[in-house]
């Protein structure tokens, strides 16, 4: 029987990541799940490694800290069996650049930027010389555009479409069979909006997906070797119109919602 393929899911704890995990063990993968939140964790990994006979580890790590960012690099590097890393963790926040935490946007980019090239490099070091598995790294359709309140989102987004697409270059050019995919999903029902205070009621249900539609676009679009996977024909749409508008119109449209007394 041969050797079952291991699945590393950073922000496994829930909606996106918890969901890739669960549709990955399914198919009989094994699993890394790496998020903070021990007590949730444990439970996801003892919930998949009973319910479809899988070993799933959970490790505990928070990625805008060098330490632990190097704790998982190095599991992922002597990974014997490393098919798949998913790097989801991420967060957003609202507000204004100049007048939000500088703790907060200096950790955004510490878990979308560092701990993705981190463990984006640690896992290509151990699949090119396999020739096998790749890595999905979880951006968003933000990463197509730019908005007051969110520069920090986008932007770190936008590196992470860029870093993403420069890898596929590079694996072809050392004709690695590894893939490289950017999932760039738009709204999506899970903690994250929650967590930033935004009401769902504000957006059009009909820009609402679950994260089990959005997850399972991603892995067919893996399968096939897509590099950009956006999830619904809607957001297709609208990357394809952000990308036609001028600066000068999304710099009008920027300070038409722009916060009262300013």
Not at 171 to 182: D, E, H
Not at 217 to 228: H, I, Q, T
Request: hydrophobic share 45%.
């Amino acid at each position: 029987m041969s050797e079952r393929r291991l699945a590393v899911i950073t922000g496994a704890s829930s909606g996106i990541g918890a969901t890739f995990a669960r549709k990955l063990a399914a198919r009989g993968w094994d699993l890394l799940l790496i998020a903070r939140r021990a007590d949730r964790l444990g439970s996801l990994a003892a919930e998949f490694a009973e319910t479809h006979h899988i070993a799933a580890e959970p490790m505990i790590a928070d990625l805008a800290r060098d330490q632990d960012v190097e704790r998982v690099a190095a599991k992922i590097r002597a990974a014997p069996n490393l098919g798949l890393l998913v790097n989801n963790a991420g967060f957003g926040s609202r507000g204004y650049f100049v007048e939000t935490d500088l703790l907060v946007q200096d950790r955004m980019h510490r878990v979308h930027i560092l701990a993705t090239m981190h463990l984006t490099r640690a896992a290509l070091s151990n699949l090119i010389p396999r020739r096998t598995g790749g890595v999905i790294n979880v951006s968003s359709v933000a990463a197509f555009m730019q908005g007051a309140q969110s520069v920090s989102y986008c932007a770190t987004k936008a590196w992470m479409n860029s870093f993403t697409e420069g890898l596929s270059i590079e694996m072809a050019a050392l004709q690695s069979p590894v893939k490289m995919q950017a999932l760039c999903p738009g709204f999506t029902l899970s903690e994250f909006h929650a967590t930033l205070g935004m009401a769902r009621s504000s957006i059009s249900k009909s820009l609402w997906m679950t994260p089990d539609f959005v997850v399972e676009e991603s892995l067919k679009g893996f399968e096939r070797g897509v590099l950009f996977v956006i999830p619904s024909w809607r957001y297709k749409l609208v990357v394809a119109g952000m990308k036609r508008l001028p600066a000068w119109l999304l710099r009008w449209g920027a300070r038409r919602f722009r916060k009262p007394g300013n």
